[in-house]
């Protein structure tokens, strides 16, 4: 008899293959903001990473199949797309490195802290503004709870070990909100990273880092060409979303300190 479950999520793929990736058919999909956010998580062998609101583990995977030495946590608030998760994990071979936990960043479980890398994709839109998504997980992904950008970013620089590393992804015109909340929270080595979609055009999405109880000066560092003009991905934007590549860039010289 068919698995009923089967019909309500899709098999889908990242990295060109190398990440296999279940989720919902209608609820939040992965598109390139987790490849992207991985991307720039300069993660070593035997560190320690949350991957905070991880969905069903396109972030966490993404970086497990670049740097597969690494130990990755996931918390995630909706069951639904923790237990795809922990499928996912099972799915790639990571069963061991990448260990999903249901969970409101709010409130996050017990001995859940003191990480390397915290990465993360918060919900890109403020509570109440625009349209809600038709879907109710989607709309759970992508607008403001209870937790705001400012609590979303508290919440994961808390659990980061001292000069550890938070990593994030948003929309660039919200670039000035994500700098106020990270003001009197103890981060520095702030680095920004912009995504244009086409040369010339302004960029739509910023990759941000800090680490907690550095204080280097902010850079404002080179940016990322998504597409060509004829819509085709630039070779660089290639290299990250289908070979794996790293965004270098956002490893400061602080981080070997």
């Known amino acids: 008899m068919p698995d009923p ?29 987790p490849v992207l956010l991985a991307a720039a998580v300069a993660a ?36 639904s797309l923790a237990g795809l998760g922990r499928r996912n994990a ?37 509570g109440g503004s625009g349209t809600s998504a038709a879907n109710a997980s989607r709309a759970r992904a992508h607008q403001e709870g209870e937790l705001d950008l400012a609590g979303w970013i508290k919440a994961a620089v808390k659990m980061l070990r001292p000069k550890g590393r938070l990593t994030l992804i948003h929309r660039a015109e919200r670039l000035g909100d994500i700098l106020a909340a990270m003001r009197g929270r103890g981060v520095g080595d702030i680095g920004i990273l912009p995504l244009w979609p086409k040369a010339g055009r302004a960029a739509g999405r910023v990759i941000v880092s800090a680490r ?46």
Do not use: W
């Open 5 to 33: 479950s089967s019909e309500a999520e899709t098999e889908d793929s990242l990295l060109n293959g190398r990440v296999r990736l279940l989720q919902p058919r209608d609820g939040y999909r992965a598109a390139i903001d």
């Open 44 to 79: 070593r062998p035997g560190e320690r990473v949350l991957d905070l609101g991880c969905g069903v583990g396109a972030a966490a995977l993404c970086l497990l199949a670049r740097c597969p030495e690494v130990m990755v946590a996931g918390l995630e608030v909706q069951d």
């Open 90 to 126: 099972a799915l790639n071979g990571h069963e061991g490195r990448f260990v999903v936990h249901c969970g409101d960043a709010a409130v996050p479980p017990a001995g859940l802290g003191d990480f390397d890398h915290v990465l993360t994709n918060p919900p890109f839109f403020e």
């Open 212 to 257: 907690k109880g550095v204080r280097s000066p902010l850079r404002l560092l080179p940016g990322l060409v998504l597409h060509g003009e004829a819509g085709e991905f630039t070779a660089q934007a290639e290299a990250v979303l289908r070979n794996g590549a790293a965004l270098d860039p956002l490893a400061g010289p602080a981080d070997n300190k």
